[in-house]
């Protein structure tokens, strides 16, 4: 049986919660800088799988534009499943990340040591809408 990535989101912050619930604070696709490197200090992705009965192993790297370059790479995630109809979710924290120039960034999301999905993050240019990172308190 095939996995399957039910979501990948970008967001300032996931809390979990009793019960198994999450909170995802400040989910965004794209960041605006108003200027070149940006360093963001902190983002989340939360992942989350199903339809894959057993133990799996998740890592995700940050690409440039170009796909020429791995700018972050995650620790190994570990998590178990024991049927198709459970769901795992996985938070990753990304701490200190610089983006170079505007574009879209790669996320290259790996289960098992096989590619199986990509996600964009764009970064854009745009003074005007420029942004800085949310901090919780």
């Known amino acids: 049986m095939e996995p399957v990535l ?5 967001c300032d912050s996931v ?5 198994g619930r999450l909170v995802a604070y400040g ?4 960041l605006h800088a108003a200027a070149f490197p940006l360093c963001w200090p902190r983002f ?4 989350s799988w199903t339809n894959a009965p057993g133990f799996h192993i998740q890592m995700v790297k940050m690409l440039n534009p170009q796909r020429s370059l791995i700018l972050h790479q995650s620790p ?3 998590f178990t499943l024991g049927d198709d109809t459970e769901c795992a979710h996985v938070i990753l924290d990304i701490h ?3 983006f170079t120039e505007p574009g879209s ?6 289960l098992d040591g096989r590619t199986v999905a990509e996600y964009p993050l764009h970064v854009r240019l745009d003074p005007k809408r420029a942004e800085t990172a949310w901090q919780p308190a």
């Open 27 to 30: 989910i965004f696709t794209d």
């Open 15 to 19: 809390v979990p919660l009793p019960h």
């Open 76 to 78: 190994e995630s570990y």
């Open 105 to 110: 960034y790669h996320f290259s999301v790996a």
């Open 44 to 47: 989340s992705l939360l992942l």
């Open 96 to 98: 200190q990340a610089v």
């Open 6 to 10: 039910r979501n990948l989101l970008f």
